[in-house]
Nanobody
Framework: QVQLVESGGGLVQAGGSLRLSCAAS????????MGWFRQAPEKEREFVAT????????YYADSVKGRFTISRDNAKNTVDLQMNSLRSEDTAVYYC?????????????????WGQGTQVTVSS
């Protein structure tokens, strides 16, 4: 069992930056690939970024590539999402998730645990 708690969301102007953090409790954090997803109002949840168990591999949605960076610290049981050059279309609730997959995964159905989400609002 893994519990995930996101933090760092807020209101930011377009072009600005935010850093989201996800703290994991439970056992064997380093056994899970981790991912970030987001859901905007009246839209389906979508993949943002994922990172392998060791942090050696990452994968991003095309919409955030070059602007967002996912990282993890297995000693601290955290996974972060650095978001730069934010746009109004990045406004959403952002979710952290953990997957037992051995590789980074972009499919939400392959994730086993989810956080409660943190709101990110980008004003134009």
């Amino acid at each position: 069992q893994v519990q995930l708690v996101e933090s760092g969301g807020g209101l930011v102007q377009a072009g600005g930056s935010l850093r989201l953090s996800c703290a994991a409790s439970g056992r064997a954090f380093s056994s899970y690939a981790m991912g970030w997803f987001r859901q905007a109002p009246e839209k389906e949840r979508e993949f943002v970024a994922t990172i392998s168990k060791t942090g050696g591999s990452t994968y991003y949605a095309d919409s955030v590539k070059g602007r967002f960076t996912i990282s993890r610290d297995n000693a601290k049981n955290t996974v972060d999402l650095q978001m730069n050059s934010l746009r109004s279309e990045d406004t959403a609730v952002y979710y952290c998730a953990a997957s037992r997959s051995t590789a980074p995964v972009s499919l939400s159905r392959l994730y086993d645990y989810w956080g409660q989400g943190t709101q990110v609002t980008v004003s134009s």
